[in-house]
């Protein structure tokens, strides 16, 4: 084959096409130290271990929550962490058939030369941290790839350097047991408008297959982690069934049918304009090879954080938030969304400029 | 969008999908005046442009065929060709709801440096003669890329230069209303096993997929025409099941949903061995996003032309037997094909030439 078949292959594909069950998807709970910071300042919390362990225990043990999700993306501070009772999280995800998945990039440099592009980083003895995830428990991997749009931007140094570093994050993790996620993130920054981000995403996703398969990538054992195809930040809105259009016809395009799964991020989007996208992609009556769903972390998370505002006694109470919009998701990756689950909270933009995670 | 979308857009996507129907497929007839000469000479004919309207004629007014074919393709002087009656061929296609197509490239010629490899020739005045085409009935182009399997074969310079010719020819087809059949065939010489032709095929496709990307190339509006994936010519044959599984995985593992139909090449294999491996792939549980099809030359006319042997009282056995292998082939396309077919005389007989040129 031109695909690297090694000892993990059959285990890449069903683990694969597991987080690619229909009516499933993936929380993102993946924020760095640094990031979840940010969330918790924004909610008047101290960012101690024990508030983030107490974050992310109020997420794993949502009563039902688990039953919409397929993963969950970890830092690796919290893929050793434990619930109060002393249970450690990726037990209570696995007896609920969620698998657990590992960031195992190191975040963006600037590429010198360029119009403030970014490279990813994270290379250095990832083959053995990589085999450390695997025995704690992690099945899947995700690395973070980040393009921008501008006037002379993407260029190709920033495209060829991001396929180039997410196809041989993907090797190696295939390597070593883990799925990886292959996220070429497109920022939603700018003012151009959903044409060009197509055109965008459209180069960007065939460098990246162009790539993965220079480097012997077993397709079937990927997942694609991309952008809907929107407007820019600063450019009028359109309706989600025109995000769908462009999106899908994007995907059609350049994502074999060998990938089970796409799982999109979120960006800047409110929660309910992510769900609504989402479910508007899911109607689109064309043939989709692979299947569509959500790999969300704000959009997953907002309203449940401004709930809990770190207060214990909110906690049944932000559990709620958090499974109400684990169903909306689940069902937006059927078609069959039908609005209104939105609190106020679920509406509210999480768009911010020249995001870093 | 990343691609061009050219004025004729909606008819290219249009014509596209009516060619990957269901029970459809294409009769390759666009031999170049030299190679309809060995065909003849194989069968006593003397190659005259009358010989070679004849038996176009033949193929083209068979009764009952037409319906299972969505598309001809065929070479210049075919497109200006008339029946003995005086009804041009392209009318007689038209009028059987098949669409004309014209082979645009001009033949292979040697890359240097390289141990016989090839590329292809074709693109000065290109957009002029597919504005011709066009205008004289034509609705899709036909262009062969060339590849070999060896010790080092393909290189990488013959398969980029490759990928790169066949995305500049389809970016111009689809300028001037043409759909561009994408062919780029690895031939099956060689004692190399299945799992080499797969790992070759899909490094192949996956380098003229980013070059259509790269060229603006509106992928709804073209067609695919690969090999199957087999294993070489010297090599022991396989079961169709496993010929179908291999080639499926690797059109999976490079070919976007947006290509509405790929029309598979028959290279050396026997009328009969096509057909049964296009049916082996159409009854396989497995994702395929776009229609699989055939766009056969010799395994759809070796019997006919073994039964005509240029005598005008055979026409009817002739027409005959190709009317059986283009029933047998739509039947393959919708995975029913019982290998029922009455086998014409050489139906199973291999059509491997080496090196083949065309």
Request: glycine content about 8%; charged content about 20%; overall charge neutral.
């Amino acid at each position: 084959m031109s695909a690297f078949v090694g000892k993990y292959a059959e285990e890449l594909i069903k683990n694969a096409k597991y987080i690619a069950t229909p009516g499933k998807g993936i929380l993102a709970a993946d924020e760095s130290t640094g990031t979840i910071g940010k969330r918790l300042s924004s909610i008047s919390v101290e960012n101690i271990e024990s508030n983030r362990q107490a974050l992310r225990e109020l997420l794993f043990t949502s009563p039902n929550a688990l039953t919409y999700l397929s993963g969950v993306i970890l830092f690796e501070e919290t893929l050793y962490q434990k619930t109060s009772d002393g249970k450690p999280f990726v037990e209570v995800l696995e007896e609920n058939n969620v698998i657990p998945g590992i960031k195992v990039d190191k975040g963006t440099v600037e590429i010198a030369g360029t119009n403030g592009e970014t490279t990813t980083q994270g290379f250095d003895s990832l083959g053995a941290r990589c085999q450390q995830y695997y025995k704690a428990g992690a099945r899947f991997a995700k690395w973070r790839a980040v393009l921008k749009i501008g006037p002379n931007e993407p260029s190709e140094l920033s495209i060829q350097q991001n396929a180039q570093g997410l196809a041989r994050y993907a090797i190696i993790c295939q390597e070593n047991g883990l799925v990886p996620i292959v996220e070429p993130e497109v920022l939603t920054d700018g003012s151009h408008d959903i044409q060009k981000c197509a055109a965008v995403t459209e180069t960007v996703l065939a460098a990246v297959y162009k790539a993965l398969n220079e480097h012997h990538v077993l397709l079937e054992g990927t997942l694609l982690k991309p952008n809907m195809v929107t407007p820019g930040s600063d450019s009028p809105k359109v309706a989600a069934e025109v995000i769908a259009q462009y999106t899908v016809t994007a995907l059609r395009r350049t994502v074999p049918p060998a990938v089970p799964g796409i799982v999109f991020l979120s960006g800047g989007q409110s929660e309910e304009e992510a769900t609504l996208n989402l479910d508007a992609m899911n109607k689109v009556e064309v043939l989709k090879p692979w299947t569509l769903s959500f790999s969300f972390g704000r959009a997953l998370q907002q309203s449940t954080l401004k709930t809990w505002a770190g207060k214990k006694e909110n906690v049944p109470k932000a559990q709620e938030a958090f499974l109400s919009r684990c169903k909306a998701n689940s069902e937006a990756t059927l078609g069959k969304y039908s609005g209104g689950s939105a609190g106020g909270l679920a509406s509210e933009s999480l768009f911010v400029k020249g995001y870093k995670y | 969008m990343s691609c061009f979308i050219s004025k004729y857009a909606d008819e290219l996507a249009k014509n596209a999908a009516y060619i990957g129907t269901p029970g459809k497929g294409i009769l390759a007839a666009d031999e170049s005046t030299g190679t309809i000469g060995k065909r003849l000479s194989s069968i006593n004919v003397e190659n005259i442009e009358e010989n070679r309207r004849a038996l176009r004629e033949l193929l083209f007014t068979a009764p009952g065929a037409l319906q299972y074919l969505s598309g001809v393709i065929l070479f210049e002087e075919t497109l200006y060709q008339k029946t003995a009656a005086g009804k041009p061929f392209v009318d007689v296609l038209k009028e059987g709801g098949v669409l004309p197509g014209i082979k645009v490239d001009k033949g292979t010629v040697e890359l240097n440096g390289t141990n016989g490899e090839t590329f292809t020739q074709g693109l000065d005045g290109l957009a002029q003669r597919c504005q011709k085409y066009y205008e004289a009935g034509a609705r899709f182009a036909k262009w062969r890329a060339v590849l070999k399997i060896s010790a080092n074969e393909p290189s990488e310079l013959a398969i980029q230069e490759n990928a790169n010719g066949l995305a500049m020819y389809a970016a111009i087809c689809q300028q001037c209303g043409l759909v561009p059949i994408v062919e780029p065939e690895i031939l099956v010489d060689g004692s190399h096993d299945i799992k080499k032709c797969a790992e070759v095929t899909e490094r192949v496709l996956a380098a003229c997929y980013k070059s259509l990307n790269d060229h603006h190339v509106m992928l709804e509006g073209t067609l695919l025409k690969p090999n199957m994936v087999t294993p070489g010519s010297e090599s022991p044959k396989v079961a169709p099941e496993v010929i179908a599984e291999y080639t499926v995985r690797a059109l999976q593992r490079t070919v976007p949903a947006a290509v509405p139909a790929i029309v598979f090449l028959s290279g050396g294999q026997s009328e009969e061995e096509a057909t049964l491996n296009l049916n082996a792939m159409n009854k396989l549980q497995t994702k395929k996003p776009w229609s699989l099809s055939f766009s056969f030359g010799r395994a759809l006319q070796q019997s006919t032309l073994k039964a005509w042997a240029g005598k005008e009282e055979n026409l009817k056995r002739a027409q005959d037997a190709l009317l059986v292998r283009c029933k047998a082939n739509s039947e393959a396309t919708l995975g029913t094909y019982k290998g029922d077919a009455k086998l014409g005389e050489g139906a199973a007989e291999s059509l491997h030439v080496s090196n083949y040129k065309y």
